[in-house]
């Protein structure tokens, strides 16, 4: 029997339940799941001097941060109206902790940058494509560069030198005018 006006059926509540929801992806939350040969590559950079772990990662469909960054760098946390259903490794992980105009330093440039708050990620920062698209990001995984084109800072050249991300040093990252 198909429901009263006014009421709906469960199937249309779930769907309007999930209407509610941002939807996201990242597929990696710790630098060791990643496989060897993944179109993704780290360094290490920095936010207030702060050295941060980062991702470039083609994978992922928004910018994510950790929580525990968000704590160790004293980061204002947001609450967001309508929270992010994100698809992980791990299964769906709903938040709606937001952080705004976090100075990433980036080759000397800083990027403003506004990011998810992910509770159970442990790579300090994630760059993905949502970012990657608006500073038009190339990511050339056999020269371990990262080519930035971006409208509003410019180009770029960050020459990741070491494959193995350094939690508590700088990477060197060499820039060249294109």
Known sequence: MPPKQGQQSSQQNQKQQ???FKPGQVHYTTLEDIPE???V????????GHPITVLFDSGA??????????SRLGLEVEIIPRPYNIHSPGGHLITNQLVRQVPLQLQGRIFATQLIVLPSQKIDIILGMNWMGVHRVILDTVSR???INSPTHGSMILSLMNST????AVHHAEGKKL
């Open 145 to 147: 560069s990262v080519h």
């Open 165 to 168: 991300p350094l939690v508590h």
């Open 61 to 70: 469909s928004h910018t994510f941060i950790s929580k525990e960054c968000v």
């Open 18 to 20: 999930v209407a509610h």
């Open 37 to 39: 040969g993944a179109p």
């Open 41 to 48: 590559m780290s360094g290490t950079f920095s936010i207030n």
